[in-house]
């Protein structure tokens, strides 16, 4: 007689988060995903004139930087240059993921960073060649509004710190970012090519830090 051997496999438990919790853990990505939404809902309210003005105000471009710089700054980020909807899936597969790999205080902190640093150089530069007459003064108002520059330095934080499915998810919104042309124009020192690298550099550099202290303590704690 053959015995027969009876295999118990015991499935994981899924946990089920509260609504409140679910956006509490990722509160910044909620929130960057809201104001973009929100800022795209205004100016498709708003009069064809009024958005252009609008936009046209919000810019980070050389004359703007000078006049209101941090209201330029905060506008900017939120009003899609483009589709609304694809701008939302790009965020969700770079932001939700970030945010859990560092937590709410770090992953807004190195995404405004990344957009703030890359706006001052790519502009810096800017600034430079049109004083230089490398450029004519028309470039000190260019257009130049959109949460890519939030975007990209998300993606280098899910990418380098965060889960498999995280880093997948990123590594689809960089593949799309770079087939619409986020570096064209790079060697010819174009605004947005500059501020795209300069803000990827700066979210390596600073997700370094939450990073190497985590695995410091995951490192010590078997030892204490």
Same mark, same amino acid.
Request: proline share 4%.
């Given at each position: ?17 509260? +609504? ?11 929130? /960057? ?31 703007? =930087?000078?006049? !209101? @710089?941090?209201?330029?700054? =905060? ?8 589709? =609304?909807?694809?701008? =939302? $899936? ?5 932001? /939700?993921?970030?945010?859990? %790999? ?15 640093? $890359? ?7 800017? %600034? ?7 450029? @004519?003064?028309? %470039?000190?108002?260019?257009?130049? *509004?959109? @949460?890519?520059?939030? *975007?990209?330095?998300?993606? &280098?934080?899910?990418? %380098?710190?965060?889960?498999? +499915?995280?880093?997948?998810?990123? *590594? ?5 970012? *770079?087939? &619409? ?6 060697? !010819? ?36």
């Amino acid at each position: 007689m053959i015995g027969t051997t009876v295999v118990r496999m015991r499935l994981p438990r899924i946990t089920m988060l509260s +609504p409140q919790t679910l956006f509490t853990r990722y509160a910044v990505a909620w929130i /960057f995903l809201l104001a973009v939404a929100i800022g795209d809902i205004v100016l498709a309210a708003a009069a064809p004139h009024q958005q252009v003005e609008i936009v046209q105000w919000a810019s980070t471009n050389v004359a703007n =930087l000078q006049r !209101h @710089p941090v209201a330029a700054l =905060l506008a900017s980020a939120v009003l899609p240059a483009e589709s =609304l909807l694809g701008w =939302l $899936g790009l965020i969700a597969l770079s932001m /939700f993921g970030a945010n859990r %790999a560092l937590g709410n205080a770090w992953i807004a902190l190195i995404c405004l960073a990344g957009h703030v640093i $890359g706006t001052a150089v790519s502009e810096g530069i800017e %600034a430079y060649r049109v004083s230089h007459g490398q450029l @004519p003064a028309a %470039a000190r108002t260019i257009i130049d *509004v959109g @949460p890519s520059y939030v *975007v990209v330095s998300a993606i &280098v934080v899910a990418v %380098a710190f965060g889960s498999w +499915p995280a880093r997948i998810g990123a *590594v689809v919104a960089f593949v799309i970012l *770079v087939n &619409v042309g986020i570096f064209d124009g790079l060697t !010819h020192l174009q605004v947005a090519a500059v501020g795209h690298v300069t803000a990827i550099v700066v979210a390596a550099a600073l997700g370094s830090a939450p990073a190497w202290r985590r695995r410091q303590a995951a490192q010590a704690r078997p030892a204490a």
